[in-house]
């Protein structure tokens, strides 16, 4: 098991619901990462985090919204998704800020119904 | 042409043999190269990272990097059952704006 967790594990919700995805890294490092991994296709990177501060978002709908309240927590807030988003979300973390090595947590099943 | 390309395989190589997984990348200003291995139904674990032109070795593991060609690979030693898996590359490029890209990965098969 790495240093970066994620909970839930699995999360099934219906297109009007409202939830959140929680990840949390403890190997002290400066920068997280949203991912979304769908079948067949390669890692898309959703949102960056550096100390703290978002410097990336790679053109993800506004039904997905991060926060990040301290280097070691990151949220991904869910709300009317659809039932293409239902996909497997990984969150990374890295130590020395964006550009190094990216250790992963677990990730959150998602399905929409 | 897709900014990070691998072949999907499967590639099949018996117990013992050398394992070599290929990968081109497309923006020719990228400068981190990164190899990650997935299990089925786990999420992706760094393997080891190049920066450089040449060889990087770890354990049984090799990276290549060859950044004229836009090529980097990785070669796995005395390859195992337990290697069996897909192995992703992916590039970083910085220049402009941060790119953070993954192919979708060449599953290697080791055969017992």
């Known amino acids: 098991e790495t240093g970066v967790t994620q909970t839930p594990r699995h999360l099934v919700m219906g297109m009007t619901n409202k939830k959140s995805l929680k990840c949390e890294q403890h190997?002290?490092?400066?920068?997280m990462y949203w991912y979304k991994q769908s079948a067949k296709k390669p890692l898309e990177l959703m949102f960056v985090y550096n100390f703290k501060e978002q410097t990336e978002n790679n053109s993800v709908p506004s039904r997905f919204s991060p926060e990040c309240p301290n280097s070691s927590h990151l949220f991904l807030h869910l709300h009317t998704l659809q039932p293409e988003d239902s996909a497997l979300y990984l969150c990374?973390?890295?130590?020395?800020?964006?550009?190094?090595?990216?250790?992963f947590g677990p990730g959150t099943r998602l399905t929409v119904t | 042409q897709k900014e990070v390309e691998q072949n999907s395989g499967p590639l099949s190589v018996p117990e013992g043999a050398i394992a070599s997984l290929n990968c081109t990348y497309s923006d020719r200003v990228s400068q981190s190269f990164f190899w990650y291995r997935q299990y089925s139904g786990k999420s992706p674990e760094l393997i080891m990272s190049?920066?450089?032109?040449g060889d990087k070795e770890d354990g049984r593991f090799t990276a290549q990097l060859n950044k004229a060609s836009q090529y980097v690979s990785l070669l796995i030693r005395d390859s195992q059952p337990s290697d069996s898996a897909t192995y992703l590359c992916a590039v970083l490029t910085t220049s402009g704006t941060y790119k953070y890209i993954f192919g979708t990965g060449t599953r290697l098969k080791v055969l017992a």
């Open positions: 190997l002290g490092h400066n920068a």
């Open positions: 990374a973390s890295s130590l020395r800020g964006v550009g190094y090595e990216q250790y």
């Open positions: 190049i920066y450089s032109n």
